[in-house]
């Protein structure tokens, strides 16, 4: 079931009196069937979408729909959602056959029955044989498999995850966000996954909703984005390690840095911010740009990250270049940069320039 937010707008209003837009004029379109990454820096107005959606919170303005039914006013026992959190939230006196049943004894589930589907969500998200113990008993990764099941017990038309691997160690992180994957592809729930982590949105989602500051600011498959950002907002929150940023110029459909011509564009003469990904830069004899190597790391068999201290002042930029060079300190580059890994944004508003 696809979910559609339209035009909606959340204000807190703090002790103070002051208000806090935490979301702003938001559409949002989810398609049916997918699992959605909802990304952006901390307080930027995720989670309260999710509640929003969810119906915990009530927006200022807008509408908020579940296929064709508007659900704005729909209280959130009657919306069809599975919700998960970061803290799991299980009850710690409960086994976990009893923690996945709780919601259906509230919507008076006969118990035979209960116990039937408690069983196929336990097994379905791989804790099938850990039904009688109790949260304690279970590691970080389990605990929240038991949040899921739970969430997903009621037949939910939508699952909604909030931030639901940020308290396991990184690799039960992995392993988990691999299963989220491969449950909700097996249930085709339509699913919304906020998180802060860019990697993790983009290994996870079959589409990227980037938020900053209760905003929208680019949406799309998770590698569409990456390619094309929309902003400098974009390119900078997606990507390790980070895009390159300078300060920089057009003069007659020339990108200039340093005074030298590293591509062309479109844009009419202006102040730009210029962006070059890590893997943008090519080493080449010709290259009008040069670059002085202040260290090397290894990424993997064929790659080196080189960290380039440049004679610019409080810039290090990172370049990805393949490790046959064996690039060292102190070598001297000569680089041109690849056009699709180049861009030029407006100065003030950080817009892409095409
Ligand atoms: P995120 O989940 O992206 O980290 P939130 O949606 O929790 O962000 O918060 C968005 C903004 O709204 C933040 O500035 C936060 O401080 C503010 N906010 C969230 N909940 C409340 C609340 N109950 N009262 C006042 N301000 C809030
Ligand atoms: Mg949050």
């Given at each position: 079931m696809e979910i559609r937010l339209e035009n909606i707008t959340k204000i807190f209003v703090q002790k103070d009196k002051s208000e806090v837009v935490a979301v702003k004029s938001l559409d949002i379109t989810i398609p049916t069937g997918k699992l959605v990454g909802l990304l952006?820096?901390?307080?930027?107005?995720k989670s309260t979408t999710l509640y929003m959606i969810a119906g915990l919170l009530k927006p200022n303005g807008g509408r908020i729909f579940f296929g064709e039914e508007d659900v704005t006013d729909t209280a959130p026992e009657d919306r069809g959602i599975g919700l998960v959190f970061q803290n799991y939230a299980l009850y710690p006196h409960m086994t976990v056959r009893q923690n996945i049943m709780f919601p259906l004894e509230n919507i008076k589930v006969p118990k035979p029955e209960a116990l039937v589907r408690a069983q196929e969500m336990a097994n379905l998200v791989g804790i099938g044989e850990l039904m009688d113990r109790k949260p304690k008993e279970l590691s970080g990764g389990q605990q929240q498999r038991v949040a899921i099941a739970r969430a997903l017990v009621k037949k939910p038309r939508v699952l909604l995850l909030d931030e639901p691997l940020s308290n396991l160690d990184a690799r039960l992180r992995l392993q988990t966000r691999e299963e989220i994957k491969r449950i909700q592809r097996e249930t085709g729930i339509t699913t919304i996954f906020v998180t802060h982590d860019q990697e993790e949105a983009m290994s996870i989602s079959d589409e990227i909703v980037l938020m900053d500051f209760g905003e929208k600011r680019q949406v799309g498959i998770p590698q569409y984005v990456y390619d094309y950002p929309e902003n400098l907002f974009s390119a900078k929150f997606l990507g390790t390690p980070p895009i390159n940023i300078f300060e920089g110029e057009i003069k007659t459909k020339k990108v200039i840095l340093d005074g030298k011509a590293i591509g062309i564009t479109k844009g009419t003469n202006q102040k730009i911010v210029i962006g070059i990904r890590p893997e943008g830069f090519v080493l080449d004899e010709k290259g009008t740009f040069e670059l002085v190597v202040d260290m090397v790391e290894t990424i993997s068999r064929d790659t080196s990250l080189i960290i380039i201290d440049p004679t610019r002042e409080n810039e290090t930029f990172r370049a990805i270049v393949d490790s046959k060079h064996r690039i060292k300190p102190g070598d001297v580059l000569k680089v041109s940069i690849k056009t699709d890994k180049l861009f030029v944004f407006n100065f003030e508003t950080g817009e892409l320039i095409k």
């Open positions: 952006g820096p901390s307080g930027c107005g």
